[in-house]
């Protein structure tokens, strides 16, 4: 891959990029996926959030994604991938910063994340984009029925 011949352009996420979107999470260790990522469920949050998620494309292929929503008091970021050949150009940053430039447009101004324990690429990636590390709460979960989509 020649870093040099690169052409990213920024696109909302919308339900037609679903294939290549979870290819890509699939091919990014550290993305954690669960029954809620089917297309199913992934069509219905971004129904939800429009125009707050986005994806990263070099000529036809998706390079990058960011799945984000809030409910309308707070944001929440979700899948964060570049894709492994595509890594150190700044798209992880630009798909963050176009999702927080979303959520500030919508009067949403904290934002929360989500990271695996075990993802040290992506721990590093928000150290370095200057986000905190919460000490004072923990996520606990719940599932109330198996993906029904």
């Known amino acids: 891959m020649n870093k040099n011949n690169f052409s990213m352009v920024l696109y909302p996420f919308t339900a037609v990029h679903y294939d290549q979107a979870i ?34 494309f070099d000529g036809d292929r998706l390079v990058g994604t960011i799945l984000n929503g809030h409910d309308g008091r707070r944001g929440f970021i979700h899948h964060l991938a570049v894709h492994p050949d595509y890594r150190h150009r700044s798209i992880g940053r630009q798909l963050a910063e176009a999702t927080l430039a979303a959520l500030r447009a919508e009067g949403i101004n904290k934002v929360h994340l989500f990271v695996l324990n ?32």
């Not at 990636?125 to 719940?142: A, H, P, Y």
């Open 23 to 56: 290819a890509l999470w699939q091919a990014c260790p550290g993305i954690g996926l669960s029954d809620a990522d089917t297309r199913c469920g992934i069509s219905k949050y971004l129904d939800r959030n429009p125009g707050t998620s986005f994806v990263a």
């Open 118 to 149: 075990t993802n040290a690429t992506g721990i590093e990636f928000w150290q370095k984009m200057g986000w905190t590390l919460r000490k004072d709460i923990s996520v606990r979960s719940e599932v109330l029925e198996h993906n029904t989509c």
